[in-house]
């Protein structure tokens, strides 16, 4: 395997190169993060865990960036692949070279990044480092091998046969079971049963995970109702293909904006606990971990944007050699993106900021829930507008398609 591997690098064209090394860059960052937040959760300082906690949260939105860049890769790099179908391989074996590729780039970017953290704290803890290390190395395993899941290559070719899935019921069991461990967590105090005080962290850290993953998946309900209700009430052919393409594959959305959901709902937990314990210099450098999330999170955007794109090209250009101008389709781009985007990132805001008011209810005034849900808004429109900036900027890629399936 490691031979054909080596051997498909050589063919590899320059985007393909590009996206390697940003899934590389991508893993060294994430456990450069990691590792800098570990080590500033354990010095106890309310100030020092609470930047832990900024820079563990710029890892989630690379994390994401760096699966999209795998689910992007994956079509070209099948067309490599395909050719090893008519030697006999199977396309288990096509998978796992996906996950092998996967996982040698998330394994020198997480070297790389956990040199970094050794030479920049070198009178810091270490232990950290070779755990965190392995689990980037085996995240970019499974990205890989989750990534090849819907392209399948064959002797004639490559086919993107993605199960397009949508809201489920389980999604919403997740939010249910993070919002009972939260609650049940913040009522004991530190009285646990016979846990005690580390009974009640872990219960409510257990139920904070619950609850972000929950509202991540959760948004597939609310993206498919919200596009559902847009296509009735559509006024445009531009709205109503937009709503009925959003409305076919929400899930998608909800996995593409799930780092701008994430961002956007510690952004508004983080203005509520600002208006709480009045604003710090740890609260400063949680903003500015906020803001590289955000554009981190935007560039995430852009790669599922071009996904889509490889997608919906021949509709598109089936649309464009019918007569319809380019503008009007870059315009279905916009709309999709405020359709998907609007209702996620209200959810978010809202959910952050009832995490700190439910927890902190005794010591909540009028004015300091003011600047929370001010704060919460804020948040939630500047989520939209990464959204419809991207869409924006996506246009090229449109062009880009449409030419070229015109050649085709």
Not at 38 to 63: I, K, M, Y
Not at 150 to 166: I, K, M, N, T, Y
Not at 241 to 252: F, G, K, W, Y
Not at 268 to 296: C, E, F, K, R
Request: charged share 15%; glycine share 12%.
């Amino acid at each position: 395997m490691i031979t054909v591997l080596r051997m498909l690098h050589r063919g590899r064209l320059r985007a393909e190169r590009v996206r390697g090394r940003l899934v590389a860059a991508g893993a060294a960052m994430a456990t450069f993060l990691v590792c800098t937040a570990v080590s500033l959760a354990d010095c106890g300082d309310e100030g020092a865990s609470l930047t832990g906690l900024g820079l563990a949260l710029l890892a989630v939105p690379v994390a994401g960036l760096v699966h999209q860049a795998n689910r992007l890769a994956s079509a070209t790099r099948e067309r490599r692949l395909a050719a090893l179908r008519l030697a006999g391989a199977t396309p288990g074996d096509v998978r796992r070279l996906g996950a092998m590729e996967g996982g040698l780039l998330a394994l020198g970017g997480s070297l790389a990044g956990g040199a970094l953290y050794v030479v920049t704290h070198l009178a810091g803890p270490l232990p950290q480092v070779p755990v965190v290390v392995a689990l980037v190395t085996l995240g970019g395993v499974l990205s890989g091998a989750r990534a090849g899941r819907h392209v399948v290559s064959s002797p004639l070719g490559v086919a993107r046969r993605e199960r397009v899935r949508g809201p489920r019921v389980r999604d919403l069991l997740l939010v249910a079971a993070g919002c009972g461990l939260w609650v049940l967590g913040g009522t004991k105090k530190g009285d646990f049963w016979f846990f005690g005080a580390y009974g009640t962290a872990v219960a409510m850290a257990d139920g904070l995970v619950l609850l972000l993953f929950g509202v991540t998946l959760a948004a597939t309900w609310l993206i498919r109702a919200y596009a559902r209700r847009a296509g009735r009430r559509a006024r445009s052919a531009e709205q109503l293909l937009a709503a009925r393409l959003v409305e076919a594959d929400p899930r998608s959305w909800a996995r593409a904006l799930s780092v701008v959901s994430l961002t956007v709902f510690f952004g508004a937990g983080a203005g509520a606990q600002q208006a709480v314990a009045g604003y710090s210099q740890a609260h400063a450098l949680v903003d500015v971990a906020l803001l590289v999330a955000l554009v981190t999170s935007a560039v995430a955007l852009v790669v599922h944007q071009a996904e889509e794109l490889i997608d919906l090209r021949r509709p598109f250009a089936a649309l464009a050699a019918s007569g319809v101008p380019e503008r009007a389709l870059g315009g279905v781009l916009v709309r999709q993106a405020v359709m998907a985007a609007s209702p996620v990132c209200a959810v978010a805001a809202v959910s952050g900021v009832a995490v700190v008011v439910l927890t902190v209810m005794d010591v909540y005034d009028v004015q300091s829930l003011g600047w929370a849900v001010a704060r919460a808004v804020a948040m939630a429109g500047i989520g939209v507008l990464a959204a419809v900036l991207v869409a924006l900027a996506a246009r090229p890629l449109l062009r880009g398609a449409l030419r070229f399936e015109a050649r085709t």
